[in-house]
């Protein structure tokens, strides 16, 4: 099973489609093959049902018309004329009186209803085996054959008895003794036999049982009753066994469809034979033509299904070889004729997706080779750039000696603030930056523009100790005190006060850089906030930072800028609060 499982799993989508159309169509066929054998089930116990019910009517009115005829034979049997004359012929007659006797015997079995339509003859036997017989269709009986008739009428002691046709006679006997009930001695004074016409009583009384579909057979046990002779074979009759029911018999390449019913006045079963082949002519073409027609729409599914499956998995393997061929190292991506009139199913969009892939892939790489370039030309010329810092550091500290050594303290302080600002800048290269390194810098700048206002900048620093070390964005401070010296002082008279405070709150650390400077408009905040105002300075916009802030620690986090005309500007960072180092 898990070989099968795993042949199949391995087995192309196409070849997967065409075992499960398979699959389907053969579970089809064996329902449609149970779902018509429980149909012709049916069928036959339909057939059964009518068949039994017609045999049944024609079994009551025949043993009824038999019953007559038993009756008939009972009348002849025990009329005193008859009786009389019987015995009179047993007691010894001459010839005139044996002639009288016969010719009144005769007429008094006509006058009885010896010449009933069903009846062929009545025959009468006296004790010396003299005939007295009348009907047109009477036949001579032979000695041994009269004495047939005597041993079997013996048994049943006057008592009807039904004698079953053979080869010189095709007749039904209904026979009997004929005793003498004179002082009740019952001395065997003859034998009856009458002979029924079994061909015009089953012709009239079974319905058009015994017509050309269907024909109909009586057995007594063993033998036939009627017909005396049949084609189909007694013994395959007799073999079946329950008082009714019907069975499918197979003879000479033939099959017959018997129903058997037994009689409850006799000992004979009924039989009607009906040809299967006949019944089931129709419904065997029916069903050989559905076979045909689903072996054709079989293959014709079994052909649809491939060309199905190969119209999916086609597109699938040429994108496969292109894979294959993508994965060997050729990026260049090799369009096939018609491809642009591919479906827009899911195989057509692969193939698009694919294309676009392998372009936009081939394009990165062409763009990853030049910026390969770039880098290592990058990488040259600042090599050569580590000359310049050298260079400028040396000459800032050439004037600074220069200012001390011609006693220009402001000079060498300024020079020596603007050499440790541009040192420290320039080295740190990490993002974040303790508060501490922050305020350094800021220290330093903030030296250089005290030179310049003197005492109209009254800078002040608010920060806890335990502060310092936490981290923060680099030059995120700086940018905001220029911007309070570049909107603030310099639009003032009188002295402006720049305030660095810095506090913690749950697990957020709060900066503010604010000025008592003039104020802006809420229009002018928000084109700041939004970049569209070109700053003065180092140009590190209010966006600026606040971009670099979200994209260091997420959309939370930020500044908020409170200003209003007169009334001064209060830039608040909010960051996360984090310690650096071995302050942790």
């Not at 054998?37 to 068949?51: H, L, T, V």
């Amino acid at each position: 099973m898990l070989y099968l499982k795993a042949l199949y799993m391995n087995l192309r989508i196409k070849y997967k489609m065409f075992v499960l159309i398979s699959v389907i169509m053969l579970v089809v066929a064996v329902l449609a093959i149970i779902i018509q054998q429980y149909a012709f089930d049916f069928y036959d116990r339909e057939i059964y049902k009518q068949s039994s019910k017609a045999l049944s009517l024609s079994s009551i009115s025949i043993e009824n018309e038999l019953k007559k005829m038993e009756k008939l034979t009972f009348m002849l049997s025990t009329d005193s004329t008859i009786q009389h004359y019987l015995r009179s012929i047993k007691s010894g007659l001459s010839d005139y009186d044996n002639y009288v006797v016969k010719l009144t015997v005769k007429e008094r079995m006509v006058n009885i209803g010896a010449l009933d339509k069903y009846v062929l003859s009545a025959q009468l036997y006296d004790v010396n085996d003299n005939e007295y017989a009348v009907g047109a269709n009477s036949v001579t009986v032979f000695q041994d054959r009269l004495n047939e008739f005597k041993q079997l009428t013996t048994v049943n002691k006057g008592g009807n008895t039904w004698i079953a046709p053979y080869s010189f006679d095709k007749s039904l006997i209904a026979a009997r003794e004929v005793r003498s009930f004179e002082q009740l001695k019952l001395d065997y004074i003859g034998t009856l036999a009458l002979r029924i016409d079994m061909n015009k009583l089953f012709r009239d009384l079974a319905k058009g049982m015994n017509s050309n579909d269907a024909q109909l057979i009586i057995m007594n046990h063993n033998e036939a009753v009627y017909p005396d002779a049949s084609e189909f074979p007694i013994d395959s009759l007799a073999a079946l066994s329950g008082k009714e029911g019907y069975k499918v018999i197979k003879y000479e390449g033939r099959q017959y469809f018997v129903t058997f019913i037994a009689s409850t006045y006799t000992d004979w079963t009924y039989y009607t034979l009906i040809p299967f082949d006949d019944i089931f002519d129709r419904v065997v073409k029916v069903k050989n033509t559905i076979i045909i027609i689903f072996a054709v729409l079989f293959i014709a599914i079994l052909f649809i299904a491939v060309s199905f499956a190969k119209g999916i998995t086609e597109p699938i393997e040429r994108l496969n070889a292109k894979m294959k061929r993508v994965q060997l190292g050729h990026f260049e991506y090799i369009e096939e004729p018609n491809e642009r009139a591919l479906a827009m199913d899911e195989a057509g969009q692969m193939h698009r997706n694919f294309r676009i892939m392998v372009e936009r892939i081939n394009e990165l790489i062409h763009e990853n080779y030049v910026k390969q370039l770039t880098i290592r030309d990058t990488e040259f010329k600042a090599l050569q750039a580590q000359i310049n810092p050298h260079f400028l550091y040396n000459t800032l500290e050439s004037i600074n000696w220069s200012a001390k050594l011609s006693n220009q303290t402001h000079i060498s302080q300024m020079v020596e603030a603007l050499g440790s600002l541009l040192r420290t800048s320039i080295n740190l290269k990490e993002p974040l930056i303790p508060l501490s390194k922050e305020l350094d810098i800021i220290n330093h700048y903030v030296t250089i523009q005290k030179y310049r206002f003197e005492e109209r900048l009254d800078f002040q620093v608010n920060v806890s100790d335990t502060l310092l070390h936490c981290s923060i964005p680099k030059l995120s401070l700086q940018p905001l005190v220029e911007n309070a010296i570049n909107y603030g002082l310099e639009q003032m008279i009188d002295t402006c006060s720049i305030r660095i405070a810095a506090y913690a709150e749950d697990n957020w650390l709060f900066i503010t850089v604010e000025d008592n400077g003039p104020g802006m408009e809420e229009a002018f905040v928000a084109q700041l906030l939004s970049g569209q105002v070109q700053t003065k300075g180092s140009g590190l916009g209010l966006k600026n930072i606040e971009d670099r802030i979200k994209l260091l620690y997420g959309e939370a986090y930020g500044l908020m800028v409170e200003s209003e005309p007169n009334g001064g500007t209060r830039v608040k960072i909010m960051l996360p609060y984090e310690m650096r180092g071995s302050h942790v």
